[in-house]
């Protein structure tokens, strides 16, 4: 490819990074799949993916089908992802080399300047043999200039990947394939817990009242009511998500969905614009009621982590909406000058209910390989790591040599024995496990999904009565409808957004601004928005 038309690929991509969302990526609280970001995924035991259960002719087991090494010569490839320490000398590098016969040039870049990286790296025309972090509107786009590689073209050589993404779960290729039917993104299987984000609620403070915990919305609003008469300089419900609150919350009303404001109704089989659903506005009704009552912080909408920290681990605030491991963190940040601090996960709220179900199969890291010389290598590296010996290797390290699995089950880094808390990032630094961009079907007996017992408990509460919401369907649009959507989207939230501040802040916002907004978001695009997700339904059900 000419760098005139990187430069035409490049400025075309910058166009559409927005519309991450419109592929099924969930975006605001859980953007991209790093465990350190959005964490979500199954509660078993193993959940490596299936294989066939003979082993195979190494002391490496169950390779999925894949004979080791994978290069008859030595054979190098550049690998660019997202660490903040370089890997090459690590254990990762070494032993993919000893197993596989391939070199692996890890080429290691922060979470922080990876973006601005890649897009200089993609400018240039010099692609890594494997890289990750373009938005599928921008994957698509390289594929279709046969800049990356159509991998499903290839799965006859990849028996982990036509498994997974071709015989079991054929919807992969019709969902995030292009319309000629294309992959150019190399899925993650089972990486979330069942339950990551959710409300959560300081238990010692409520049994110290006793104040019993929440069962349904309207319990809900006389716990904060007890709260604020007993500690009246309190705000009792606090948040450091902005306006992505309302996402969150939404599942709770029946109107939440990966790509909120547009929603699938399962009962009506058809997508809706959750901003201007009657819903909706019970849900803003619900959170004016506690603004007004002083019962819901007023920087709800502005506030910053640190200070949303101070109040959740003082007597400022009690409730709050965010990522499980927080349970834990303000335990482990308080607990020398207040012992007693217990952050406990509580039920959602809303007449539903219900929380957001996390997806099965992971598309997020748009995980790709380049159309060069060595793109067989590259994919059959993908695809050793994608089976269940690939899978421990990447996650949990090598058996014997970095960890012993204890009487439980559980790995134990003889090495880390003076480490407090061996979670990914010590061995991301120590070993070059857990790189973002590499783990491609996690091993759930790494440490990644040893659950504390708050953790546990909020998986038990939610799986127990089953309190998920469907999962919306991932729907493929035409190269037309991106640039539609592109053109309705990004002016229509934002006035959703501004709107959703107002009526909640300003007491004079009632029914008539409720209309007047409806009627504007008509307007704005909202039935031309609807019509092209439904559209796009049709052809999904057609094609199942």
């Known amino acids: 490819m000419t760098r005139k038309l990187w430069g035409l690929v490049l400025a075309l991509s910058l166009t559409l990074t927005a519309l991450a969302g419109c592929s099924g990526n969930d975006a605001g609280n859980n953007k991209g799949a790093g465990p350190n970001q959005?964490?979500?995924?199954?509660?078993?035991?193993?959940?490596?993916?299936?294989?066939?259960?003979?082993?195979?002719?190494?002391?490496?087991?169950?390779?999925?089908?894949?004979?080791?090494?994978?290069?008859?010569?030595?054979?190098?490839?550049?690998?660019?992802?997202?660490?903040?320490?370089?890997?090459?000398?690590?254990?990762?590098?070494?032993?993919?080399?000893?197993?596989?016969?391939?070199?692996?040039?890890?080429?290691?870049?922060?979470?922080?300047?990876?973006?601005?990286?890649?897009?200089?790296?993609?400018?240039?025309?010099?692609?890594?043999?494997?890289?990750?972090?373009?938005?599928?509107?921008?994957?698509?786009?390289?594929?279709?200039?046969?800049?990356?590689?159509?991998?499903?073209?290839?799965?006859?050589?990849?028996?982990?990947f036509k498994r997974l993404y071709i015989d079991e779960n054929p919807w992969i290729v019709k969902s995030y394939g292009d319309e000629s039917g294309k992959l150019y993104?190399?899925?993650?299987?089972?990486?979330?817990?069942?339950?990551?984000?959710?409300?959560?609620?300081?238990?010692?403070?409520?049994?110290k009242n006793g104040i019993p915990e929440w069962t349904d919305t309207e319990s809900f609003y006389q716990a904060l009511k007890k709260l604020k008469e007993v500690y009246p300089d309190s705000y009792p419900f606090a948040s450091k998500n902005k306006e992505y609150i309302f996402k969150s919350l939404a599942y709770g009303w029946g109107v939440g969905g990966t790509n909120y404001p547009a929603y699938y109704d399962e009962n009506a089989k058809e997508w809706k614009y959750a901003a201007i659903q009657p819903e909706h506005k019970e849900m803003l009704d619900f959170l004016k009621k506690l603004y007004n009552e002083n019962l819901l912080d007023p920087e709800f909408l502005t506030d910053t982590p640190d200070s949303w920290t101070s109040k959740m681990t003082s007597d400022k605030s009690f409730v709050t909406y965010d990522w499980i491991g927080r349970m834990e963190l303000f335990r482990n940040q308080v607990g020398a000058q207040n012992p007693d601090y217990d952050l406990r996960y509580g039920l959602p709220i809303g007449p539903t209910g219900r929380t957001l179900t996390l997806p099965e199969t992971d598309m997020s890291l748009s995980i790709t390989v380049a159309n060069g010389p060595k793109k067989e290598v590259a994919l059959k590296l993908l695809d050793y790591l994608t089976s269940p010996s690939g899978a421990a290797l990447v996650t949990l390290g090598v058996e014997g040599e970095t960890f012993n699995f204890d009487a439980n089950g559980k790995p134990v880094y003889p090495e880390l024995a003076d480490v407090p808390n061996v979670d990914i990032k010590v061995l991301d630094e120590r070993y070059g496990l857990w790189l973002e961009g590499m783990y491609l079907a996690p091993d759930h007996r790494s440490v990644y999904y040893n659950l504390t017992e708050r953790e546990q408990e909020a998986q038990d509460k939610i799986i127990k009565d089953n309190r998920f919401e469907p999962l919306d369907p991932v729907l493929n649009f035409t190269d037309d409808e991106i640039a539609a959507i592109a053109e309705i989207q990004v002016s229509l939230e934002k006035s959703a957004q501004e709107f959703n501040a107002r009526y909640i802040l300003d007491k004079s916002h009632g029914e008539s601004q409720w209309e007047d907004w409806k009627n504007n978001a008509v307007k704005l695009g909202t039935t031309k928005l609807i019509d092209i997700f439904n559209e796009a339904q049709k052809r999904f059900d057609a094609a199942k």
């Open 38 to 160: 959005s964490a979500p995924a199954s509660t078993e035991a193993s959940g490596s993916p299936e294989a066939s259960s003979a082993p195979s002719a190494n002391d490496y087991g169950d390779t999925g089908g894949l004979t080791l090494p994978l290069v008859d010569k030595p054979t190098t490839i550049d690998w660019m992802l997202v660490s903040e320490f370089p890997a090459n000398d690590k254990l990762i590098a070494k032993e993919i080399e000893k197993r596989t016969g391939i070199k692996v040039n890890l080429i290691t870049v922060s979470p922080t300047t990876y973006p601005d990286k890649l897009r200089v790296t993609i400018a240039s025309g010099k692609l890594p043999d494997i890289f990750h972090g373009l938005n599928p509107a921008e994957l698509k786009k390289l594929g279709q200039q046969k800049a990356v590689v159509a991998i499903n073209d290839y799965a006859d050589m990849l028996p982990n």
């Open 185 to 207: 993104s190399w899925p993650i299987y089972k990486m979330n817990r069942a339950v990551n984000h959710g409300m959560m609620f300081r238990k010692d403070v409520f049994e």
